[in-house]
């Protein structure tokens, strides 16, 4: 098959990133590598290529299976990407969302959630 494909466009279609700008932005400041190389937003991606994204605290890591300019549901993701993540990257990302989780408590600042609201209506009522 010979067809071309962008790196952000497909990273995109694959669902790695919301937008096709975020994943331009990602490329441009250098988070996405091949190999060595960093690669740029409009660079060819080829299949069987190992892409590494580095996301903060943690480094994904995925195979271009096939090669596609549209974005896809995300029950198809699997046929176009292999993800080869090592399980210490997947601890790291499990560790930040704790953390992450304890820092901002869900309704523990501000306005009451609906289900605060009610708890507190139940309990000033008894």
Same mark, same amino acid.
């Given at each position: 098959?010979?067809?071309?494909? %962008?790196?952000? &466009? ?7 990133? $919301?937008?096709?700008?975020? +994943?331009?932005?990602?490329? /441009?400041? !250098?988070?996405?590598?091949? =190999?060595?190389?960093?690669?740029? +937003?409009? *660079?060819?991606? &080829? /299949?069987?290529? @190992?892409? @590494? @994204?580095?996301? !903060? ?5 995925? %195979?271009?299976?096939?090669?596609? /300019? $549209?974005?896809? =549901? ?6 176009? @990407?292999?993800?080869?993540? #090592?399980?210490?990257?997947?601890? $790291?990302? $499990? ?9 901002? #408590?869900? !309704? =523990?600042? =501000?306005? #009451?959630?609906? *289900?605060? %609201? %009610? ?8």
């Amino acid at each position: 098959m010979d067809q071309k494909v %962008r790196t952000d &466009k497909w990273l995109w279609a694959v669902r790695l990133y $919301k937008t096709r700008s975020l +994943a331009a932005d990602a490329c /441009e400041k !250098g988070k996405v590598r091949s =190999g060595d190389q960093t690669l740029k +937003a409009g *660079k060819q991606v &080829k /299949e069987g290529e @190992i892409i @590494i @994204i580095h996301r !903060g605290a943690w480094t994904q890591t995925v %195979r271009v299976v096939r090669l596609t /300019e $549209k974005r896809m =549901g995300a029950s198809l993701v699997s046929d176009f @990407i292999e993800d080869l993540t #090592p399980e210490s990257e997947l601890e $790291k990302l $499990k560790m930040y969302l704790a953390a992450r989780a304890d820092w901002n #408590p869900r !309704g =523990g600042a =501000g306005r #009451p959630t609906k *289900k605060d %609201r %009610r708890d507190m209506d139940d309990f000033f009522e008894n």
